[in-house]
């Protein structure tokens, strides 16, 4: 069951990482793309702090829809 609920170890720290990379390549503050995208600040904020191990899909969406991007881009290194 815990393979289903999202990565575990190196691979969420890599894509928590990549979100990172991808922040700061496209200067993206967290507060002002969670508004714009019109999500949660809390929820950005808490996978940057690794107090949630993934970001809900929808919250992906929306933030890659603000970015002009995939939604997997946004973990890509």
Known sequence: MGEVIGP???QAGAGR???RA????RRLVPTRWAK???VP???VLAYLTG???QLP????????????VAP???FRA
């Open 17 to 19: 990482e990549a979100f």
């Open 22 to 25: 991808f922040m700061r390549r």
């Open 8 to 10: 575990r170890g190196q």
């Open 72 to 74: 997997e881009d946004l």
């Open 51 to 53: 107090h949630i191990r």
């Open 41 to 43: 600040v809390g929820e």
């Open 57 to 68: 899909a929808e919250t992906a969406s929306r933030l890659a829809g603000v970015a002009g």
């Open 36 to 38: 714009d995208a019109g």
